[in-house]
């Protein structure tokens, strides 16, 4: 099955992207597909902010581990509605997500 997941890029040009939900690949591996600059430093182990995204739609995601809030706990940017990609995995339920990419640390 394929959803589609809205990206608002550093620029705030939104990028409507196909999805599959078969596949196990998270938010940050289908912005990196779509060669969105993301750059996914950790590979998805939660271990840097460098998939930092702000959620604008009000789908139901996983609960944050230990390790994301530690994470954000030291990145910049954050806000209220900060995830990391790496930890959004792609689902059904998922269809229209909104998400904004945060700014990059300087």
């Keep these: 099955m394929i959803i589609q ?31 969105l600059p993301v750059q996914g430093t950790c590979g998805g182990m ?8 702000y959620v604008l739609s009000d789908q139901a995601l996983p609960t944050m581990s230990a390790d994301e809030e530690d994470m954000l706990d030291q990145a910049f940017f954050v806000q209220d509605n ?7 995995p792609i689902q059904p339920d ?13």
């Design 82 to 88: 900060s995830r990391l990609g790496c930890q959004i």
């Design 5 to 35: 997941i809205t990206v608002i890029d550093r620029d705030e040009q939104p990028h409507l992207l196909d999805a599959p939900t078969d596949m196990n690949m998270n938010l940050m591996e289908i912005c990196k597909a779509h060669e």
């Design 46 to 53: 939660a271990l840097c902010s460098t998939c930092h995204v």
């Design 94 to 106: 998922l269809e229209g997500l909104i998400v904004q990419l945060a700014p990059e640390a300087q």
